[in-house]
Structures are given as C-alpha cells and as structure tokens.
C-alpha cells in the first residue's frame, strides 16, 4: 500500500484536489508493483510554507511512502510524471515542489506486518 501526502501552501479548489488525485493515482503505476487500488492519497492545503525566510504560496511538498525499494528509474519515471501533474493542475514549476520517497522493508496493513525477509 503505497502512501503519498501532499502538502500544498495554496488551498486547492476541489476540482484542483480531484484532478490532482486523478494525477497520482495514474502516476503510481510507473513504479513496479504499485497501483492506485491500494494508494492511500493524503492532501494537506492552506498551509504555511517559507523558503529563504519568504512565505509563499506556491510551495508544495510530496511525501511518497512504499513497501520495498522500487529503481532508482522507475523511481525517476514516478517523479517526473508527478512534477507534470503538478504543473498542470496547480501550475507549480518544479522550482517550487519537493518530493521525497521513502521507501520500507517492513509494512503495516490489514492488522499485520509484512516484512520484504
């Protein structure tokens, strides 16, 4: 079950948080053994964000969370297909996104923890 939280320093409309989940769940699929029947999307919007001491509003952060270590290229193939979501739908330049994947031997889901041993 991936994870994937996004933090937007601008409120989203709902259309903006529809499209943009439409976005990630399409994206995920990049990376192997992942799909968007198993993502659980988390949109935090309207909140603070600075950089250099400037708050602004045109920062985002994506925190991406999977079970087990994907490639580095699919990896970057997921990353790139989520800079252009973001472009598209909130018109963020890739200046203004950070995005993180964690990624974890062990996983908890459905009341037990799988582990890649």
């Known amino acids: 079950m991936p994870y994937i939280a996004v933090h937007s320093a601008k409120k989203l409309s709902t259309d903006e948080a529809l499209r943009l989940e439409n976005g990630l769940n399409e994206a995920i699929s990049l990376i192997p053994g992942k799909s968007q029947e198993l993502l659980l999307i988390e949109i935090i919007d309207g909140v603070r964000m600075s950089r250099n ?4 509003e045109d ?59």
């Open 53 to 56: 001491g400037n708050v602004r």
């Open 59 to 117: 920062l985002l952060y994506v925190d991406v969370r999977c079970f087990r270590k994907a490639p580095f290229k699919d990896n970057k193939l997921f990353t790139e297909a989520v800079n252009g979501v973001l472009e598209d739908v909130l018109d963020l330049q890739e200046d203004s996104v950070y995005l993180t994947i964690t990624e974890y031997d062990s996983w908890g889901t459905r009341g037990s923890l799988k582990s890649i041993e």
